[in-house]
T-cell receptor
Framework: GENVEQHPSTLSVQEGDSAVIKCTYSDSASNYFPWYKQELGKRPQLIIDIRSNVGEKKDQRIAVTLNKTAKHFSLHITETQPEDSAVYFC????????????FGGGTRVLVKP | GAVVSQHPSRVICKSGTSVKIECRSLDFQATTMFWYRQFPKQSLMLMAT?????????EQGVEKDKFLINHASLTLSTLTVTSAHPEDSSFYIC????????????FGQGTRLTVV
């Protein structure tokens, strides 16, 4: 089955700096790659996603890049703010976007004011 | 937007008892729902896929007799943790795909289960 690895597990950045989280996946059949932000005790919140026919997608301060050949994708957050502090998960799935997800191990991001 | 409602949000039960968690799609029909488990400070792991009108599909290592899944209707899936033990304490969360479009997965609010 699919295996998703995520690095780093923790990331501390100064407010205003950029944060980058990287994920690799194992199954070349995966074609949908969402990123989630999760607050403690809450459901995951989709922040951005990318499909395999696109190499890059941007939404304000957040961007995701996908390298299908290398089977890795990355989340970039620019101009970080304290409210960006949370746990972030990457995931991969096949078929429809709402299909079952294989999650990465998570990255705890701390933005220091 | 599509809403998936999960109840209860928190439950504390005694060891050996059973707990039922409900997941409802409020404004769409969900022929499939996914159940995940998340231990503290860990990632979400798929436990099983719930299918309306047929048996659930369990991931490797998940005991089907312990985690009973019933997809009773096109809007309701339930997960029953039977004979719960402290090691079953976890955050359980469901998700459902919207049938009308290739959109994101819709997650329930999650259930924090504590077995004492």
């Amino acid at each position: 089955g699919e295996n998703v690895e995520q690095h780093p597990s923790t990331l501390s950045v100064q407010e205003g700096d950029s944060a980058v989280i990287k994920c690799t996946y194992s199954d070349s059949a995966s074609n949908y790659f969402p990123w989630y932000k999760q607050e403690l005790g809450k459901r995951p919140q989709l922040i951005i996603d990318i499909r395999s026919n696109v190499g890059e997608k941007k939404d304000q301060r957040i961007a995701v890049t996908l390298n299908k050949t290398a089977k890795h994708f990355s989340l970039h957050i620019t101009e970080t703010q304290p409210e960006d502090s949370a746990v972030y998960f990457c995931a991969a799935s096949m078929g429809a976007a709402g299909n079952k997800l294989t999650f990465g191990g998570g990255t705890r991001v701390l933005v220091k004011p | 937007g599509a809403v998936v409602s999960q109840h209860p949000s928190r439950v504390i039960c005694k060891s050996g008892t059973s707990v039922k968690i409900e997941c409802r799609s409020l404004d769409f029909q969900a022929t499939t729902m996914f159940w995940y488990r998340q231990f503290p400070k860990q990632s979400l792991m798929l436990m099983a896929t719930s299918n309306e009108g047929s048996k659930a599909t369990y991931e490797q290592g998940v005991e089907k007799d312990k985690f009973l899944i019933n997809h009773a209707s096109l809007t309701l899936s339930t997960l029953t943790v039977t004979s719960a033990h402290p090691e079953d304490s976890s955050f359980y969360i469901c998700s459902a795909p919207h049938p009308l479009g290739n959109t994101e997965a819709f997650f329930g609010q999650g259930t924090r289960l504590t077995v004492v």
